[in-house]
């Protein structure tokens, strides 16, 4: 028996949405090596199928889209038919878009996506696959749980990144309302909130930020918006340590409701919070130049 297998010696398995690159890829490689059975979500049959071949017989990809609710239901039997009485050790919301620039030039169908895969994406999963988590008597092991993907964007807000942002402060009150109401089924909910992080989607950040703006008075803040944000990636938080703060999570027989990872912790966590709302707007103004246009 190891940390990854029960009492009785039964395999632990993991489900993990987005898990064809970036947190999520990194995240079942670590689980596999540790000797857990991954089930993990791809976007694609071609994926999945450049996933199985790349991770071997403890790896079985989902073919999912966390916006159809059909699709869900269909992996979460594909998962109970391999698990049979076994219980889920967790299911790990990962998935994730991002859509950065002016709100002027964000149209309500980009806007709806990113919220239909962060926020509503991560209802819809946690749902379908929550009776292979829960405390049903017919299934063997204890409860699993719940680890929702936060970011530092879920407690702050910059210029240029309302979307994200708006779907992960969604993130953060669904996360309570979960923990809350799992409590009588066992179910533990985690909320890892990490800072930037080089990823591909690091690259997509920078890429948006490179698209001209609709208004001129726009184009100085964001090339310095850019200049600030791969300055930040360049420095941000090692995928590594994201990994382990999940594998600790899923792993720990108490863990912590809430784990904060961040790029500088004086920055996040005390001036970013603890300034008065005026002051925080005046100095992110003027550093990013967004000032009132005269006639």
């Known amino acids: 028996m190891n940390a990854y297998t029960s009492e009785s010696g039964l395999h632990r398995y993991i489900v993990i949405t987005g898990a064809g690159s970036g947190i999520g890829k990194a995240t079942a490689v670590r689980l596999l090596r540790d000797g857990f059975r991954v089930f993990g979500g791809a976007v694609s049959a071609g994926e999945a199928q450049g996933l199985q071949t790349e991770f071997g017989p403890s790896f079985t990809p989902l073919l999912i889209d966390v916006r159809d609710e059909q699709s869900l239901s269909e992996a979460a039997s594909q998962v109970a038919n391999v698990i049979g009485n076994n219980r889920l050790a967790g299911l790990l919301n990962i998935a994730g ?9 964000l149209s309500a169908a980009d806007f709806s996506n990113v919220l239909a895969v962060n926020l509503v994406g991560m209802h ?8 292979l988590l ?25 210029p240029f990144t309302g979307a994200y942002s708006a779907s992960k402060f969604g993130v953060e009150a669904l996360s309570t309302a979960m923990r809350l109401e799992f409590m009588p089924l066992g179910v533990k909910v985690v909320v890892i909130a990490p800072g930037l992080i080089n990823t591909p989607m690091a690259a997509k950040i ?13 184009d100085g803040p964001l ?44 920055r996040d966590a005390v001036l970013m919070r603890l300034l008065p709302l005026r002051l925080r707007d005046a100095i992110v103004t003027r550093l990013l130049g967004l000032r009132l246009q005269g006639p």
């Open 97 to 105: 878009v991002i859509v950065n620039g002016p709100l002027v030039d």
């Open 124 to 131: 819809a999963t946690t749902r379908a696959f929550l009776p």
């Open 134 to 158: 829960g405390s049903d008597a017919h299934r063997a092991g204890a409860p699993g749980r719940v680890i929702n993907m936060s970011s530092a964007s879920g407690t702050r807000t910059m």
């Open 206 to 218: 920078q890429g948006d930020l490179r698209k001209p703006s609709s208004l001129p008075v726009y």
């Open 223 to 266: 090339r310095k918006f850019l200049e600030k944000t791969i300055a930040a990636t360049e420095q941000g938080v090692a995928l590594e340590r994201v990994v382990q703060v999940i594998v600790d999570a899923v792993s720990s027989p108490q863990p912590k409701p809430r784990y904060e990872i961040h790029n500088d912790f004086f």
